[in-house]
C-alpha cells in the first residue's frame, strides 16, 4: 500500500504519535507543523488523506480546510481539543470527512482512517485478520477467538500476536520485535518481549497441537503452524 497520508498539527510529538500508528499500516506519512506549511506540502505531495489540527500557526486549520477544499476533494480529517457541537458542525460544513476530538487512541484514528478511505474511494482497504481452523485473530476489532472462545487482549500482545502469526515460521530477535511492535523510541527492556509471549503461550496452550511460539534460542522467536494444519489467511 503506497498512500500518502499528511498530518498537520503544530505538536511534534503527536505527530510522531499518529505517524507511528499510520505507518505500521503501510501507508507514507508527511508531517508538517503550520498552516501555509500544510497548503505547500499538499501540492507537492498530493496526500491520498489529510489529518488536520484546528490550532496551527500562521493559518488555522478552518482556512487550511477552506483552500484545501477549493483545489482538491481529498478527504481531511479534523482533530482538535474543541468538542462542541459548534466546532463539530463548522468542520463538516468546510467540508471535512469527519472530525476527532483530543485526546484520541491512536488506533481508533487509524480506523478513522481506513473508514474514510474507504467511503470516498470506493475501494475496498484490505483488512488486518487472519482466519486459521480454531484461531481468529481481529485486528479491526481487536478480538482474538480460539476454539469457541472470545478474547480481548491487551493491545500489545494482540499486536505482537498478530505479527508473529502474519509472519509465520519466521524468526525474530527481540529487537525486530521492540521495533515492529513498540517503535524506536521504546526505552524499556526488551524481556517485556518475554513477557508477552507466555501470556499468548497461555492462551495458546488448547491449540498447542496446531499452533506453537516457539522459542529459537539465541535468535528469538516463531509463530510456528504444524504442517498438517490447513489454513487460509
Known amino acids: ?135 481468529l485473530i481481529d485486528m479491526d476489532l481487536y478480538i482474538v477467538k480460539i476454539q469457541d472462545k472470545t478474547y480481548t487482549l491487551p493491545p500489545k500482545e494482540m499486536e505482537l500476536l498478530y505479527f508473529l502469526a502474519k509472519n509465520q515460521n519466521r524468526v525474530f530477535s527481540r529487537d525486530q520485535l521492540i521495533e515492529n511492535i513498540w517503535g524506536f523510541d521504546f526505552d524499556g527492556d526488551t524481556r517485556t518481549i518475554d513477557v508477552h509471549i507466555k501470556r499468548l503461550r497461555e492462551k495458546l496452550e488448547a491449540l498447542k497441537d496446531q499452533y506453537a511460539i516457539k522459542t529459537v534460542w539465541g535468535v528469538g522467536y516463531k509463530f510456528e503452524v504444524k504442517k498438517d494444519v490447513q489454513h487460509g489467511i
Open 1 to 135: 500500500m503506497d498512500r500518502k497520508i499528511l498530518v498537520v498539527d503544530d505538536d511534534v510529538n503527536i505527530c510522531e504519535l499518529i505517524g507511528l500508528y499510520i505507518k505500521k499500516e503501510g501507508y507514507h506519512v508527511i508531517c508538517v507543523y503550520d498552516g501555509i506549511r500544510a497548503i505547500e506540502a499538499f501540492k507537492e505531495e498530493t496526500p491520498d488523506l489529510v489529518i488536520l489540527d484546528i490550532m496551527l500557526p500562521k493559518m488555522d486549520g478552518w482556512d487550511v480546510c477552506r483552500e484545501l477544499k477549493k483545489i482538491s476533494n481529498v478527504p481531511i480529517i479534523m482533530i482538535s481539543a474543541k468538542g462542541d457541537i459548534f466546532d463539530k458542525v463548522l468542520g463538516l460544513k468546510l467540508g471535512a470527512d469527519d472530525y476527532v476530538v483530543k485526546p484520541f487512541e491512536p488506533r481508533e484514528l487509524v480506523a478513522r482512517v481506513e473508514a474514510v478511505l474507504r467511503r470516498t474511494s470506493g475501494k475496498s482497504l484490505p483488512t488486518r485478520s487472519m482466519i486459521m481452523p480454531n484461531l
